[in-house]
T-cell receptor, first 114, second 113 residues
Framework: DTAVSQTPKYLVTQMGNDKSIKCEQN?????MYWYKQDSKKFLKIMFS???????INETVPNRFSPKSPDKAHLNLHINSLELGDSAVYFC?????????????FGPGTRLTVL | AQSVTQLDSQVPVFEEAPVELRCNYS??????LFWYVQYPNQGLQLLLK??????LVKGINGFEAEFNKSQTSFHLRKPSVHISDTAEYFC???????????FGQGTRLTINP
């Protein structure tokens, strides 16, 4: 069973379009994250949600809107896609309340904006 | 500001040779430290973690890392690498208070036969 899954794995779209990436975890975790990995492989957190509540929002443009319908899902919607949005987006999850923050990552979604 | 620096962007080594991937962190608060591995076209997998206690931490696939508080380092080592170790390696620090993981820039480990 896949612990953290993302769909789609690849997404190719035109500039200006709106797209969504879905993430689901079956680990029973209550905290989920979105990371962006740029072309130089640099990983940076975008958002984190705990029990469907936004905890971290790292100065991401308003065009990016995370939505958490329940603890097991965190989707990422992107409006008016730009060339610079091309990257690999990783979802992750962890269990809050422990003394550390071991995060489990999904396989990533490679977004290409043409 | 908290940060993580991986000193080498690329490390080429021969198969069965030892390797060390360097990581330094900067933080005024306690940190938990991690090494993740990313195989080509895959997500990140946890190699090992330092939370507290013994400064020498052993992980999966024969990797180990040593936490050095005075040098603020957490270097990753393996005594003998295999072709299958070819991957991108990320050092990360969990910053308490900020409640987030901060990643280094990554080190590409390439194993030559």
């Amino acid at each position: 069973d896949t612990a953290v899954s993302q769909t789609p794995k690849y997404l190719v779209t035109q500039m200006g379009n709106d797209k969504s990436i879905k993430c689901e975890q079956n680990l029973g975790h209550d905290t989920m994250y979105w990371y962006k990995q740029d072309s130089k492989k640099f990983l940076k957190i975008m958002f984190s949600y705990n029990n469907k509540e936004l905890i971290i929002n790292e100065t991401v443009p308003n065009r990016f809107s995370p939505k958490s319908p329940d603890k097991a899902h965190l989707n990422l919607h992107i409006n008016s896609l730009e060339l610079g949005d091309s990257a690999v987006y990783f979802c992750a999850s962890s269990q809050a309340g422990t003394t550390y923050n071991e995060q489990f990552f999904g396989p990533g979604t490679r977004l290409t904006v043409l | 500001a908290q940060s993580v620096t991986q000193l080498d962007s690329q490390v080429p080594v021969f198969e069965e040779a030892p390797v060390e991937l360097r990581c330094n962190y900067s933080s005024s608060v306690s940190v938990y430290l991690f090494w993740y591995v990313q195989y080509p076209n895959q997500g990140l997998q946890l190699l090992l973690k330092y939370l507290s206690g013994s400064t020498l931490v052993k992980g999966i696939n024969g990797f180990e890392a040593e936490f050095n508080k005075s040098q603020t380092s957490f270097h990753l080592r393996k005594p003998s690498v295999h072709i299958s170790d070819t991957a991108e390696y990320f050092c990360a620090a969990f910053i308490q208070g900020a409640q987030k993981l901060v990643f280094g820039q990554g080190t590409r480990l390439t194993i030559n036969p």
